[in-house]
C-alpha cells in the first residue's frame, strides 16, 4: 500500500461500536424521526443529526422533543418511535469495510467487544441481520447495563473487565465524539472514524482519525494486517452509478489540467451516504461512444472545500469536445485511498496522477478488467 508505519501501540483486544461506525443508522433513523415529525406539523430537517450522534435514545429523544418543542413527554416520544425503529432495523446497511474488520479479526482470534449505548434490545435486533455478527463478539454490552453510558468510561471499562483485558491493552474504533471521550477516558487506546462529515477537527483527542474502516491498518496496533490489498488497490463488492453528465465546477481542465465528467448527484444521496470520501476507480460507459477506464473522486475535496459530496469521476482516455448531458454509467471494482487534503496545487495533482497510473495499471489485470463486460455499461437496467 505505502511505506510501513511505526506501531503505535500493540493490543490485545478491540472494543467497537455499533451505529455509525459498524452500520449506517442515520439514514433510517431521519426517515423515522421525518415521518413521525410530521404527525406533530414539524419538518425534520436534519440539524439535530450532529447533536445526537452518539447518545441514548433517551438522549436523543429529549433532544428532539426540546428542540422541535413537542407537546409529549420523553418517555411518550420513546413509546412512540421504537416500533417505527424496530421496523426499519432489518434495513440497515453494514458501513464499508464492518463485515471486512471484524471477519479479519475474528478470523485471527482477536478478543472482540461490541459496546454501544444503545438498549440491549436494539443491539440484538440491529445485529441480527448481519450474517456472523453474534457470534464473533466475546462480549457485547449495551446502554442499559451500565449505570451512564457514554462519554462515561463505564461501557468500555465493564468491556475490558469482561475481556478480563487491561483497560490499556484495548482499542476502541468509535464514530461519535462522546465515544471517543469515553475510550480515552478509560485509559484506552481509539481511532476515531467520524460519521459526520467534515468534522475530523473536533476528533483532537483520538489516537488516530481516519476516514472509513476501509483505511484501518491493524498492524499498526500489533494486529495481523489485512492481506487483501493488491499492487495499491482494494477490491470491493461492485456497486453501480449513472446519469446524464453535468457541468461541475469548471475547475478540472481549467485548474487541474483533468477533465473530469461530472454526475449529477439528484437521486444519488443515499447512494453517496453509503460510500466513504475517497479515491475509487472502474470502468465507464457512454451511451454512444463505448467503455473506457476511471478513476474517480467521492467527497468534499478539501482542497477546494465543496459545500456537498460530489462525484467526479476522470475518464483516462482522450476525447475530441466534451459530452455534457450524455448518459454516463459506471462500474466502481477498487478503491484507493481516502480523500486527503494537499497543502499545495502540485502536490494534489501530482496525487491524481498516480491514483490515474494505479487505476490504470489495476484494471488491465483479469480480476478488474472482467468487470468491463458488465451490462449495465452498455445500458442494460440492473
Given at each position: 500500500?505505502?511505506?510501513?508505519?511505526?506501531?503505535?501501540?500493540?493490543?490485545?483486544?478491540?472494543?467497537?461500536?455499533?451505529?455509525?461506525?459498524?452500520?449506517?443508522?442515520?439514514?433510517?433513523?431521519?426517515d423515522?424521526?421525518?415521518?413521525?415529525?410530521?404527525?406533530?406539523?414539524?419538518?425534520w430537517?436534519?440539524?439535530?443529526?450532529?447533536?445526537?450522534?452518539?447518545?441514548?435514545?433517551?438522549?436523543?429523544?429529549?433532544?428532539?422533543?426540546?428542540d422541535?418543542?413537542?407537546?409529549?413527554?420523553?418517555?411518550?416520544?420513546v413509546?412512540?418511535?421504537?416500533?417505527?425503529?424496530?421496523?426499519?432495523?432489518?434495513?440497515?446497511?453494514?458501513?464499508?469495510?464492518?463485515?471486512r474488520?471484524?471477519?479479519?479479526?475474528?478470523?485471527?482470534?482477536?478478543?472482540?467487544?461490541?459496546?454501544?449505548?444503545?438498549p440491549?434490545?436494539?443491539?440484538?435486533?440491529k445485529?441480527?441481520?448481519?450474517?456472523?455478527?453474534?457470534?464473533?463478539?466475546?462480549?457485547?454490552?449495551?446502554?442499559?447495563?451500565?449505570?451512564?453510558?457514554?462519554?462515561?468510561?463505564?461501557?468500555?471499562?465493564?468491556?475490558?473487565?469482561?475481556?478480563?483485558?487491561?483497560?490499556?491493552?484495548?482499542?476502541?474504533?468509535?464514530?461519535?465524539?462522546?465515544?471517543?471521550?469515553?475510550?480515552?477516558?478509560?485509559?484506552?487506546?481509539?481511532?476515531?472514524?467520524?460519521?459526520?462529515?467534515?468534522?475530523?477537527?473536533?476528533?483532537?483527542?483520538?489516537?488516530?482519525?481516519?476516514?472509513?474502516?476501509?483505511?484501518?491498518?491493524p498492524e499498526?496496533?500489533?494486529?495481523?494486517?489485512?492481506?487483501?490489498?493488491?499492487?495499491?488497490?482494494?477490491?470491493?463488492?461492485?456497486?453501480?452509478?449513472?446519469?446524464?453528465?453535468?457541468?461541475?465546477?469548471?475547475?478540472?481542465?481549467?485548474?487541474?489540467?483533468?477533465?473530469?465528467?461530472?454526475?449529477?448527484?439528484?437521486g444519488?444521496?443515499?447512494?453517496?451516504?453509503?460510500?466513504?470520501?475517497?479515491?475509487?476507480?472502474?470502468?465507464?460507459?457512454?451511451?454512444?461512444?463505448?467503455?473506457?477506464?476511471?478513476?474517480?473522486?467521492?467527497?468534499?475535496?478539501?482542497?477546494?472545500?465543496?459545500?456537498?459530496?460530489?462525484?467526479?469521476?476522470?475518464?483516462?482516455?482522450?476525447?475530441?469536445?466534451?459530452?455534457?448531458?450524455?448518459?454516463?454509467?459506471l462500474?466502481?471494482?477498487?478503491?484507493?485511498?481516502?480523500?486527503?487534503?494537499?497543502?499545495?496545487?502540485?502536490?494534489?495533482?501530482?496525487?491524481?496522477?498516480?491514483?490515474?497510473?494505479?487505476?490504470?495499471?489495476?484494471?488491465?489485470?483479469?480480476?478488474?478488467?472482467?468487470?468491463?463486460?458488465?451490462?449495465?455499461?452498455?445500458?442494460?437496467?440492473?
Amino acid at each position: 500500500m505505502s511505506i510501513a508505519k511505526p506501531l503505535k501501540k500493540a493490543v490485545a483486544a478491540v472494543i467497537l461500536d455499533l451505529d455509525g461506525t459498524l452500520i449506517n443508522t442515520d439514514g433510517i433513523l431521519g426517515d423515522v424521526l421525518k415521518a413521525l415529525l410530521l404527525k406533530y406539523g414539524k419538518q425534520w430537517d436534519g440539524r439535530e443529526a450532529q447533536k445526537i450522534v452518539g447518545k441514548t435514545p433517551l438522549e436523543e429523544a429529549a433532544i428532539v422533543v426540546g428542540d422541535y418543542e413537542l407537546p409529549c413527554s420523553i418517555d411518550e416520544f420513546v413509546t412512540q418511535i421504537t416500533p417505527l425503529l424496530y421496523d426499519q432495523f432489518c434495513n440497515i446497511k453494514a458501513l464499508p469495510g464492518a463485515n471486512r474488520l471484524i471477519k479479519h479479526l475474528s478470523g485471527h482470534n482477536v478478543l472482540l467487544a461490541l459496546a454501544s449505548n444503545s438498549p440491549r434490545a436494539y443491539i440484538e435486533s440491529k445485529i441480527s441481520y448481519q450474517q456472523g455478527w453474534k457470534e464473533s463478539f466475546s462480549v457485547i454490552i449495551a446502554g442499559d447495563e451500565v449505570r451512564a453510558g457514554k462519554p462515561s468510561p463505564e461501557i468500555f471499562l465493564e468491556a475490558a473487565k469482561r475481556l478480563n483485558i487491561e483497560p490499556s491493552s484495548c482499542l476502541v474504533i468509535e464514530d461519535s465524539l462522546p465515544g471517543v471521550t469515553g475510550g480515552k477516558a478509560a485509559g484506552m487506546e481509539v481511532v476515531a472514524v467520524p460519521s459526520i462529515p467534515k468534522q475530523t477537527h473536533l476528533y483532537i483527542a483520538a489516537d488516530e482519525v481516519i476516514s472509513s474502516l476501509l483505511d484501518l491498518q491493524p498492524e499498526l496496533w500489533g494486529l495481523p494486517p489485512f492481506d487483501d490489498w493488491i499492487d495499491g488497490t482494494l477490491p470491493l463488492e461492485i456497486w453501480h452509478i449513472g446519469g446524464p453528465v453535468v457541468k461541475g465546477f469548471g475547475r478540472g481542465s481549467k485548474v487541474l489540467g483533468i477533465p473530469t465528467a461530472n454526475l449529477s448527484t439528484k437521486g444519488y444521496s443515499a447512494l453517496l451516504s453509503e460510500h466513504p470520501s475517497g479515491v475509487y476507480f472502474g470502468w465507464a460507459g457512454l451511451s454512444t461512444r463505448g467503455v473506457y477506464k476511471m478513476v474517480m473522486n467521492i467527497g468534499w475535496n478539501p482542497y477546494f472545500n465543496n459545500t456537498e459530496k460530489s462525484i467526479e469521476p476522470w475518464l483516462l482516455h482522450e476525447f475530441d469536445g466534451d459530452f455534457y448531458g450524455e448518459e454516463l454509467r459506471l462500474v466502481i471494482v477498487g478503491y484507493i485511498r481516502p480523500e486527503a487534503n494537499f497543502t499545495s496545487l502540485e502536490s494534489l495533482i501530482a496525487k491524481i496522477h498516480e491514483d490515474r497510473r494505479i487505476a490504470e495499471r489495476a484494471l488491465d489485470t483479469p480480476l478488474y478488467l472482467k468487470y468491463k463486460d458488465d451490462p449495465y455499461l452498455k445500458g442494460s437496467s440492473l
